[in-house]
Nanobody, 125 residues
Framework: QVQLVESGGGLVQPGGSLRLSCAAS????????IGWFRQAPGKEREGVSC????????YYADSVKGRFTISRDNAKNTVYLQMNNLKPEDTDVYYC??????????????????WGQGTQVTVSS
């Protein structure tokens, strides 16, 4: 059974940094996509970033390019999202998700098969 567990959220001041972790287990293949999404109450889930576990290809939303970095540690089955220069508009619940067979449209939540429980990120002074 696939499980995804996020951690690392919290409260940070504007301009600060946080690193989110997504620990994955239960996969029977080494080739899948892990995506990070975020969602505010009453809004659609937004794709933030994605990484391919097979070749390491990475993808970013324009709103986070240059500030966020996604990476993976295959030995630990963990994907990280390093978030720098955080802004108040980055405040959301962040979710990691797994697409077992890749994703043609990485930022579409419909491409993903499994989801974590989410972790709150709040950027405020």
């Amino acid at each position: 059974q696939v499980q995804l567990v996020e951690s690392g959220g919290g409260l940070v001041q504007p301009g600060g940094s946080l690193r989110l972790s997504c620990a994955a287990s239960g996969f029977t293949s080494d080739h899948y996509f892990i995506g990070w999404f975020r969602q505010a109450p009453g809004k659609e889930r937004e794709g933030v970033s994605c990484i391919s576990t097979s070749d390491g290809s990475t993808y970013y939303a324009d709103s986070v390019k240059g500030r966020f970095t996604i990476s993976r540690d295959n030995a630990k089955n963990t994907v990280y999202l390093q978030m720098n220069n955080l802004k108040p508009e980055d405040t959301d619940v962040y979710y990691c998700a797994a697409a077992l067979f890749g994703a043609r449209v990485w930022f579409s939540s419909y491409e993903y098969d499994y989801w974590g429980q989410g972790t709150q990120v709040t950027v405020s002074s």
